[in-house]
């Protein structure tokens, strides 16, 4: 697996350099990926918009390195960061600095996946913003990279271990506890709406027609697109609003659909599977600009199903229904007792849940490459179900959808050349 490097002329020397040597981070030469607890991490981020400049800096890790295709975003971010971090245009020329222990990737999800593998293949651990990859083929080759080159990945959602998770008044883990208790019965029927509390913000969709623009001189459009087709400038398809066309994420769905449904996977125990059925209900979608639409049905083979609501229909529907029980936000329901049946059931496992800990110990942090890519799959799951406009079976062992060629078309988009994966 590799990422297509030859491009630009002002990386051909560094590109000449890399071919005689391997790149091998400042903390491997001290062990075999241990890094010594005096030691201390240093990160680059890749991606200085506003969700890059909002992690400028964390606890744990030392920024030495920022970039980003836009000239006006390096400079705000390094009139934040400092003199001393360095800037760069190119993602090529950052990952392959050798003082850099952690990437984190903060651009918008067609590039995810290329440069978190190249990340992998540079030795370096990678914090990744959510949704992982804009397909469930970019997914794949991710946790491929992440495993063969032994590194430590994390996306950025956190509500299944910490954080208030949204309108419910509590954290994830009272809900984990109710679920594994059994107390709701099995199978379950979780609906993910706004009366829940969760905003498909369908003012991230897209537009049908975009009439060209000249490039702003800031903006290096042709590295921005990367991978994805050549599209004629317009301001509406990039940073804050990239969101609403397919060529580089998904809508709403795609940008918040992590969020609200890792922890239902977490919820569900299903962080090794996917749903064999997917259904929706939404009109046509356009090729290029993501729309709205009115539900999506996630099933598993056990019978656990997940309800996208989009349109808000089931307004007092529970969060999560079973046979026994139902769970309403703020821990109501329908069981007698339950907050205090609740102070005797047993607290579910432990999670590593600082990343910086997990680098050092090399132990895989709470939200690693496997469950967030089946996280993620539900995701791109809904998105091709939406495109093709029809109910879709999966299988959630091959990674395919059965007896449906344009579905799997879809698994793995072609890329731009020389771009691969």
Known sequence: M????????????????????????????????????????????????????????????????????????????????????????????????????????????????????????????????????????????????????????????????????????????????????????????VTVNESTGFSWKFYWSGKNFLPPQAVPHELDYDLWLGPAPVKPYHPHRVHGTFRGYWDYDGGGLGDMGQHYLDPVQYLLNKDDDSPVEIDVDAPQQHPDAVGSWCRIWLKYADGCEIILDGENKDAGAPFIAGPNGKLWPGLRSDIANLRQKLTHLPDPAPQLTDFSTAVRTRRKFALDEEKAFRSCTLVNLSKVALRVGRKLYFDPTSLQFINDVEANRLISQPMRAPWHV
């Not at 040597?21 to 241990?34: A, D, K, M, N």
């Not at 744990?60 to 400092?82: E, F, P, T």
């Not at 600095?97 to 590039?111: F, G, K, L, N």
Request: aromatic residues 8%; positive net charge; proline residues 5%.
């Open 2 to 189: 590799t990422v297509s490097v030859s491009r630009r002329k002002f990386v051909r020397s560094s590109l000449a350099a890399m071919a005689t040597f391997s790149i091998v981070p400042r903390h491997v030469l001290g062990g075999p990926g241990q890094i010594a607890p005096s030691d201390e991490l240093t990160k680059a981020i890749i991606g200085v918009g506003g969700m890059g400049r909002g992690h400028l800096s964390y606890e744990g890790a030392r920024l030495v390195a920022i970039c980003d295709v836009d000239d006006n975003h390096l400079k705000r971010a390094q009139a934040m960061a400092g003199p001393d971090v360095r800037a760069y245009r190119d993602f090529r020329e950052l990952v392959a600095q050798p003082d850099i222990d952690i990437i984190h990737i903060a651009t918008p999800p067609h590039w995810h996946a290329l440069m978190s593998i190249a990340a992998a293949q540079a030795g370096k651990d990678i914090w990744c913003e959510k949704p992982m990859t804009r397909t469930i083929g970019e997914g794949r080759a991710v946790v491929k990279a992440v495993q063969q080159y032994d590194r430590i990945f994390r996306i950025n959602t956190w509500f299944r271990f910490h954080a208030g998770f949204y309108n419910f008044g509590t954290d994830v883990k009272p809900i984990k506890k109710i679920v594994e208790s059994g107390l709701l019965g099995w199978p379950l029927k």
